[in-house]
């Protein structure tokens, strides 16, 4: 029953509703593939059009992104830095930078879709998936320098208590290094990151499964 009051709560916040949505979305992307691998076009158009549709969707429910990343930006500039290690610090503000300047593209894009401005979507888009890329990468670093200090500090632990919870830490970087490198096959993609650099375009059934599994993971840590 608490799992389950967990579940509806994380449905009623937006950002609960978003990471489920990205679940659906990538599902039926990945789904589309599927059945036109197999020949089933009619299948194939149906799970096409849910991706499109809750990938439109999503989009609407960003538009204020921006400002919730300027916001965390600003906190950590005026955060006081005493028990804080400066090169983390500055990753975590970087990070959010290059994820601000993709919403803020994004945004874009969306309103030049809707023809609120005059400006071509895709190439906005292509931009907001190239700072989505940057972003990831430096919230990776970030997430890498983490887990090496937690597993040393893991080492010098001498209580359970003490134990429990470092590994508890331990456990939310592997997690939130499986969920960034999903996410970054979909920046990479969508940014043509990987089909310039590697000479490399993943195909949907990756993507789809990429952005699937990204969204899970979300969806628990919204839970």
């Known amino acids: 029953m608490k799992n389950l009051e967990q579940i509806i709560k994380c449905f009623n916040k937006t950002e609960g509703r978003d990471k489920i949505s990205k679940m659906i979305q990538y599902g039926a992307k990945f789904l589309s593939w599927?059945?036109?691998?197999?020949?089933?076009?009619e299948k194939a158009h149906q799970f096409n059009n849910l991706f499109m549709a809750m990938r439109e969707a999503r989009k609407i429910f960003r538009l204020a992104k921006t400002l919730n990343e300027i916001q965390y930006i600003f906190y950590k500039i005026k955060e006081n830095t005493e028990n804080v290690n400066d090169i983390i610090r500055v990753l975590k503000i970087f990070s959010r930078i290059w994820f601000a300047l993709f919403w803020a593209f994004d945004n874009l894009s969306i309103l030049s879709q809707i023809q609120i401005i005059q400006?071509?979507?895709k190439v906005l888009g292509k931009i907001a998936m190239s700072f989505w890329a940057v972003g990831i990468i430096t919230n990776l670093t970030e997430t890498f320098r983490d887990?090496?200090?937690n597993l040393l500090y893991l080492r010098?632990?001498?209580k359970q208590t003490d134990h429990k919870e470092i590994q508890k830490r331990?456990?939310?970087?592997?997690?939130?290094i499986i969920k960034n490198l999903c996410d970054l096959l979909l920046a990479g993609t969508g940014s043509e990151l990987f089909s310039k650099i590697f000479f490399y375009q993943p195909n949907d059934a990756l993507v789809g499964f990429g952005g699937f599994i990204a969204g899970i993971i979300a969806t628990y840590q919204a839970i």
């Open 119 to 121: 400006s071509n979507p």
């Open 34 to 41: 599927y059945f036109q691998k197999f020949n089933n076009l």
């Open 156 to 158: 010098k632990v001498q």
């Open 170 to 176: 331990i456990n939310v970087n592997y997690l939130n």
């Open 147 to 149: 887990l090496i200090g």
